[in-house]
């Protein structure tokens, strides 16, 4: 009689501690997040066949968004979004918090790590797999994703288990990337976005896949002023397009270029990818920001304009700003080359292809935080803002002539564009 009543009793303990140790299914995991009750609400309630495919998954992350980040929404680019009810933007922005996979916080290091999402419509992506978020460790062993317009959103709580996967809580929504006609103003970078304009590159760069684009910044449009003045707009293309990397299947992240990485170009000629003293240089150019996300690929930012006839001039790392290699003599008054042609309102969130029809979380109103008159009688005003610069005006150039006199706008920096192919 003991042994039976001892048997029961260690069969009734294993049977607790299995039922301890076995994961929660993501019902009972959300309903026991108190600071997630908008997320568990807006997926179970609104977009209910997210939840029953998450629910069927047996290995998923998913980013979610506290109850603090849905207080965020009115103020941010998604918020026209949500207050309208715009369910298949709503529903890709949901998209982009899963990401198919096991990653827990410990599975990032002090390198970013770019992995794809459920994000796929090309509605509002145009890369191969999914677009994807960055995810970092930084110190004390925080965790930050890196999404569109450079939004960052941090793991508030980390590694919650359920049976299909894990969540990490976080702070902030995640953006999905937009174009980048509509992205370069949100990083001061209105010289690169009004010569693509004035180039008519624009449409390519939005409905292209996979590209990886080169931006130099204004300082480096603005010391080479006067070879502007005399470029014809096919030649002013065919150094754009030297900055331009259409890849096969692939996007050069910052983790997908090793030293010496040669890559083929649009304009047909290649670009050598090194990296030397603690920084990354594409030919002579320094990059000054690495993987900046854009609906069909990435952007980094360097310090030059590069010039397909000096294809094997290198860097000198011991030297903060590379020596300008196309010769021309800077502009007075801090002037900056193209930016009038920059267009005066762009969508915050819009479609990687023209054709599939832009859909906007609202419009971001672009500029620099200066005033600007520009050549050809264009005039616009701004003030930068968290969520985009207020900027009005119009533009206009003048013939075949592609240099068209920009804003006087001091310490800020232009982009060029780079899409092409990797070898």
């Known amino acids: 009689m003991r042994f039976t ?3 029961i009793w260690l069969t009734f303990l294993a049977a607790v501690t299995l039922a301890q140790d076995k994961p929660k299914d993501l019902t009972d995991l959300l309903n026991n997040q108190t600071n997630l009750t908008e997320f568990t609400t807006l997926l179970t309630k609104q977009y209910g066949d997210i939840y029953a495919n998450l629910s069927f998954q047996d290995q998923v992350t998913i980013l979610a968004p506290s109850n603090a980040a849905f207080a965020k929404i009115p103020y941010s680019t998604l918020g026209p979004a949500f207050e309208n009810n ?4 709503v529903r890709s922005v949901l998209q982009y918090h899963i990401i198919p996979g096991l990653y827990t916080a410990e599975s990032y290091n002090g390198s970013f790590k770019f992995t794809p999402t459920w994000l796929s419509d090309s509605t509002y992506t145009n890369v191969t797999g999914g677009q994807v978020v960055g995810g970092v460790q930084q110190a004390g062993n925080v965790n930050v994703y890196i999404s569109g317009l450079g939004t960052r959103s941090t793991v508030e709580k980390a590694n919650l288990a359920f049976s299909g996967g894990i969540v990490h809580i976080i702070d902030t929504f995640l953006v999905p990337p937009a174009d980048f006609i509509t992205t370069v103003p949100q990083f001061n970078l209105s010289a690169a976005g009004g010569a693509t304009t004035n180039a008519s590159l624009n449409e390519y760069l939005n409905s292209a896949t996979d590209l990886t684009i080169f931006v130099p910044n204004n300082d480096a449009f603005q010391r080479l002023g006067s070879a502007w003045e005399s470029m014809s707009v096919a030649e002013l293309s065919k150094v754009l397009d030297y900055h331009i990397v259409n890849g096969t299947n692939s996007v050069g992240y910052s983790s997908n270029l090793p030293n010496n990485t040669i890559l083929k170009t649009r304009q047909g000629g290649k670009l050598t990818v090194t990296f030397a003293s603690n920084s990354l240089f594409v030919n002579s150019a320094r990059v000054l920001q690495e993987d900046i996300l854009i609906s069909n690929g990435i952007m980094h930012v360097i310090d030059n304009v590069l010039d397909y006839n000096a294809t094997d001039v290198k860097p000198n790392p011991e030297v903060q ?3 300008a290699i196309i010769q021309g003599e800077s502009l007075s008054g801090n002037v900056v080359p193209f930016s009038s042609y920059l267009p005066t ?11 599939a029809g832009a859909s906007s979380f609202g ?5 620099s935080g200066a005033s600007n008159t520009a050549f050809g009688g264009a005039s616009s005003t ?3 803002t968290t969520g985009g610069a207020l900027h009005t005006g119009t533009s206009k150039g003048v013939g075949d002539r592609v240099y068209a006199p920009g804003s006087s706008l001091g310490g800020v920096f232009g982009a060029i564009v780079l899409g092409a192919g990797f070898l």
């Open 382 to 384: 701004s003030s930068s």
């Open 345 to 355: 309102s762009v969508s915050s969130f819009s479609s990687a292809s023209p054709s």
């Open 321 to 323: 700003t590379q020596a």
């Open 363 to 367: 419009i971001t109103d672009i500029g």
């Open 86 to 89: 715009q369910s298949n933007i």
């Open 5 to 7: 009543l001892v048997t």
